[in-house]
């Protein structure tokens, strides 16, 4: 990202212009800003170091100038330009530890081909000097544009919009590039967790806005869990350990810490997150509850009629002996017999009637 220049100038000074790059070669629990590589803030927290890093073409001898401008409080220093056209500036961690919240603007100050600064910081008088500019006297010592420090000084606002406007003026050879940052109390947050089963594994997360790479301290404990007699069981439920904050979204880095709940006790456990170094905290409850057994389900199969069997069998039955009377019989008359016999007998009738 090429630093800004103010439209007007020469095309001899455009070629000259500062070329700012990240570094990569920056600790991971630093906050690492780039002047001119994005128009947005960074929010910081208390205690979190930040270094200002990039290229400065033209390997300037009297190196940059670096204006802090922030919340009641300016800083203004110098840092060298490396071999390599590299530089770095660097707020440690002491000095965010006692940074008020608020915005803070970093103005890195090249001198461009006259190799001085055209504007300056009177330390004396807390004024911005504007040196191409003749004072009334004629002392060649320069101009005071504005109050900086001091009785009647700008609010860090407008001081800092007067500073840009001083520097990217067509009279002064000097260009810069900015960079801002938020600085804001050290804070860390748990997710919501929700009810979860004896024997699940799950993840507890949340946001920080410390730097990438800072450390917390997790712990999870039974809600129940207090000192005890030796003669009673104290029995620990829960875990412990370290993680490190990693890159999130939205102004906000984020942590996570594993559960395996297969040893806690049914129970309400709290959550406790802290900094290692920095001085922040914080907490939330969730349950462990008892694993039910899976309900036994009754499967209703369809009825398939049995095929028929015959089975061959013997009924063993006793004879009843039965006594008979013996009967009668008579031999059979022929009908013509019979039939003489009544003609006889009708035929001796009639005779005797006579």
């Known amino acids: 990202m090429n630093i800004p220049v103010i439209p007007g100038r020469s095309f001899m000074r455009c070629s000259l212009t500062l070329i700012l790059f990240v570094l990569l070669s920056m600790p991971a629990t ?28 033209g390997h300037p001898q009297n190196g940059l100038q670096i204006w802090l401008i922030g919340n009641n409080m300016v800083r203004i220093t110098t840092v ?15 000095e965010t530890q006692n940074f008020a919240p608020g915005q803070y603007l970093v103005i890195v100050q090249h001198p461009m081909m006259n190799g001085q600064y055209d504007i300056t910081y009177s ?7 504007n040196r191409q500019m003749q004072a009334s006297g ?26 840009m406007r001083a520097i990217g003026s067509q009279n002064v050879d000097d260009t810069f590039a900015t960079v801002s940052f938020f600085i804001n ?22 946001t920080t806005n410390l730097a990438v790479g800072d450390k917390l301290q997790v712990d999870v404990y039974s809600s129940s869990f207090s000192p005890t007699k030796k003669s009673q069981s104290g029995a620990y439920s829960g875990a412990s350990g370290v993680v490190e904050v990693t890159a999130g979204t939205g ?15 049914p129970d309400e456990y709290i959550i406790t997150v802290e900094g290692i170094l920095q001085d922040v905290k914080g907490s939330a409850t969730f349950n462990i509850l008892a694993a039910t057994p899976a309900p036994t389900t009754t499967v209703q199969l369809p009825m398939t009629p049995l095929p028929e069997t015959k089975t061959a ?31 006889a007998a009708i035929l001796l009738q009639i005779s005797r009637r006579r």
């Open 30 to 57: 630093a906050v690492t800003l780039t002047p001119g590589a994005s128009s947005g803030s960074t929010t910081i927290s208390n205690g979190d170091p930040v270094y200002i890093n990039g290229v400065a073409t």
């Open 123 to 129: 330390a004396a008088t807390g004024q911005v000097i």
């Open 80 to 94: 060298q330009v490396n071999s390599d056209n590299t530089y770095t500036y660097e707020i440690t961690s002491t």
């Open 138 to 163: 004629g002392s060649g010592s320069g101009t005071a544009i504005f109050q900086l420090t001091r009785a009647g000084n700008l609010q860090s606002s407008d001081a800092a919009s007067a500073l």
């Open 251 to 265: 102004g906000k880095n984020q942590w996570s810490f594993a559960i395996d709940s297969a040893t806690f006790r």
């Open 313 to 343: 069998f013997a009924i063993a039955t006793t004879p009843t002996v039965r006594t008979v009377e013996p009967v009668t019989t008579h031999a059979d008359v022929p009908v013509w017999v019979i039939f003489s016999g009544l003609v």
């Open 185 to 206: 109390p050290p804070n860390a947050f748990v997710n919501p967790v929700g009810d979860h089963v004896v024997g699940e594994k799950f993840m507890i997360s949340g």
